[in-house]
């Protein structure tokens, strides 16, 4: 595991696969870092079918600084996302979260384009219904 600074937060990071192969830059949800299970597994796979594939801890989250810099959370981590690929050099990247990781993968590809070849999104969390189901899973037995 590998830091570096991005607008003065420190993130860690992994970059798997050859470079110049297409970058892919996966997010996960929740609290969770680059250990959570599966999403190690998901980017071997996708650096054997020929990606380089960047996983890394989002700011408040694992290995990475603790920040409270931004208007949200969720915007914080998207220009974190956006810095880091640009400070890795990767060039145009398919960004791509579930959950809470893909506010942050739309957030980070809507407000800089040109580092977003493709989104890529699982598990989008929002809507009434959406946001119900996560107070449940979260807050659900909190009453009992």
């Known amino acids: 595991m590998d830091k570096i600074n991005v607008g003065g937060i420190n ?3 992994e ?5 110049g192969d297409r970058p892919i ?7 969770f870092t ?12 996708l650096v054997k079918a020929g990606n380089q594939v960047l996983i890394y801890d ?18 914080m981590q998207a220009e ?6 640009r400070k890795l050099d990767l ?7 579930g959950s809470g990781g893909s506010r942050v993968s739309m957030i980070a590809a809507a407000r800089d384009p040109e580092i977003c070849s493709h989104l890529a999104l699982w598990w989008i969390s929002g809507d009434p219904i959406g946001l119900m189901q996560l ?8 009453g009992s």
């Open 58 to 75: 989002r700011p408040n989250c694992g290995y990475s600084d603790a920040s409270l810099l931004g208007p949200s959370e969720s915007e």
């Open 80 to 85: 974190a996302l956006t810095g880091l690929i």
């Open 11 to 13: 993130i860690a990071y």
């Open 135 to 142: 107070a449940t899973y979260y807050c659900g037995e909190a």
């Open 25 to 31: 830059a996966l997010t996960p949800g929740g609290r």
């Open 34 to 45: 680059m250990d959570v299970p599966g999403l190690r597994e998901m980017a071997e796979d």
């Open 15 to 19: 970059l798997l696969g050859k470079a």
């Open 91 to 97: 060039g145009p990247t398919v960004i791509a979260g």
